[in-house]
Nanobody
Framework: QVRLVESGGGLVQAGGSLRLSCAAS????????MGWYRQAPGKQRELVAA???????NYADSAKGRFTISRDNAKNTVYLEMNSLKPEDTAVYYC??????????WGQGTQVTVSS
């Protein structure tokens, strides 16, 4: 059974940094894109950043210049380095993994809270 285990969320002051990790396990094969989404209270889930198997990246405008997504293909792990955090970054962050066969998996979510 495929599992996505996220870690690294928490409470941080504005201007601080956090690093999220998401490790995929359980027989997941041919991973294509990996990414991070977030959902704030009362808002829709939105893409934060994504990275292809070849290393191409895509960022939401709100994340550009502050967040960096990376992946370790050997470990089936994706990371999100978040710097200069703002209160509006407060949300539950979800890991997302897609395979070349079209399967999509979601993590359980990790809370990021940025205090002003």
């Amino acid at each position: 059974q495929v599992r996505l285990v996220e870690s690294g969320g928490g409470l941080v002051q504005a201007g601080g940094s956090l690093r999220l990790s998401c490790a995929a396990s359980g027989g997941i094969f041919s991973i294509a894109a990996m990414g991070w989404y977030r959902q704030a209270p009362g808002k829709q889930r939105e893409l934060v950043a994504a990275i292809t198997s070849g290393g191409s990246t895509n960022y939401a405008d709100s994340a550009k210049g502050r967040f960096t997504i990376s992946r370790d293909n050997a470990k089936n792990t994706v990371y999100l380095e978040m710097n200069s955090l703002k209160p509006e970054d407060t949300a539950v962050y979800y890991c997302n993994v897609g395979t070349r066969r079209g399967y999509v998996y979601w993590g359980q979510g990790t809370q990021v809270t940025v205090s002003s």
